[in-house]
């Protein structure tokens, strides 16, 4: 009578009756006693699969390091570009100034040949006046190609596009 | 909480959370992941947690959250589904399998809300007042889901022994 009280206090949601598991005759009140307790052992005993709870609390904490760099990073991309621009103004500028030195140069050449060709240009119409004043056949006045003209023009090495 | 605080609770409890998650879920897998999922949301609130409160039902009853929601979830069901028909199948083969994994498999098919209940109180030994702040229910009801549980049970025991 005792036994069967216990049991259906247990069926109500009360403790686990303990069960004689040495006696011969026992009810069936009992063996479901027995199965179920040795079921809730057996349970506890069940060895857990090895994983690692922190997987995904690992994974995360790399992709929040990763997103701490980003500003970082971006920081110093910005610096590297101000700087490349910076570097880069500074060579143009001095490109342009190599430029100017050059236009100048080139100007003060071509007044330096033309100057010189003008000279050659005033003798040798010199010589033509002369020889037509001293009424010189045409023949003589051919004579004039042989004229030497100072080949020496600084011109002639000049690159002018 | 600290870092290492976190870490040796999390030790200490995972294999309990494993267990409970694998109650409802019936699926390494998903109990692994859902362990680990609930893990990721702790440590991120982990400051917050305050070891006067009961972290450790706190920690349950996340795990009963997030391992119903998966279970809500169209695709899961279908494999819940899938695992109770398993089950069935290898109850239905195997008539001659001992009383105890009978038991086990008949487990399976309470419902959920015994099923939780069973697993709280008879598998893990929390007291009803703790499985009612696991669960969020009153002891009444965990109370009439545990003797639910247990009797329906003792009915499929009673059978089989017939």
């Known amino acids: 009578m005792k036994d069967y009280e216990e049991f259906q206090h247990f069926l109500k949601g009360g403790s686990i009756p303990k069960t004689n598991n040495e006696k011969l005759k026992r009810s069936e009140n009992e063996d479901f006693v027995s199965a179920y307790t040795k079921l809730i052992s057996q349970s506890q005993n069940e060895t857990v699969p090895e994983f690692d709870a922190f997987e995904k609390v690992n994974q995360k904490r790399k992709t929040v390091w990763f997103y701490k760099l980003i500003p970082y990073a971006a920081v110093f991309t910005l610096l590297l570009i101000v700087t490349s621009i910076w570097f880069f103004n500074l060579k143009r500028n001095d490109n342009s100034l190599t430029e100017k030195q050059q236009i100048l140069e080139t100007r003060q050449n071509i007044e330096f040949a033309l100057l010189h060709f003008s000279k050659e240009l005033n003798t040798c119409i010199a010589k033509f006046e002369d020889a037509k004043k001293m009424h010189q056949p045409f023949t003589e006045m051919t004579l004039l190609k042989n004229y030497e003209v100072d080949f020496n023009n600084p011109m002639k090495n000049l690159k002018i596009n | ?162």
């Open chain 2, 1 to 162: 909480m600290t870092n290492t605080e976190f870490e040796q609770f999390i030790e200490k409890n995972k294999d309990r959370m494993y267990r409970f998650a694998f109650s409802i879920l019936r699926n390494h897998e998903d109990a692994k992941d859902a362990v680990q999922e609930v893990v990721l949301e702790l440590w991120k609130k982990k400051m917050r947690l305050d070891k006067s409160k009961n972290v450790d039902s706190f920690c349950m009853t996340a795990i009963k959250n997030y391992s119903l929601d998966l279970l809500r979830k169209k695709k899961l069901e279908n494999r819940f589904i899938t695992n109770l028909n398993k089950g069935n199948t290898e109850n239905q083969n195997f008539e001659n399998i001992d009383l105890i994994s009978k038991l086990k498999n008949e487990l399976k098919n309470l419902t959920d809300q015994q099923r939780m209940a069973l697993e709280l109180k008879d598998f893990q030994g929390y007291k009803y007042e703790e499985i009612s702040e696991i669960l969020q229910c009153s002891v009444n009801a965990i109370r009439a889901n545990v003797s639910r549980g247990r009797k329906r049970l003792y009915e499929i025991f009673r059978e089989e022994l017939k």
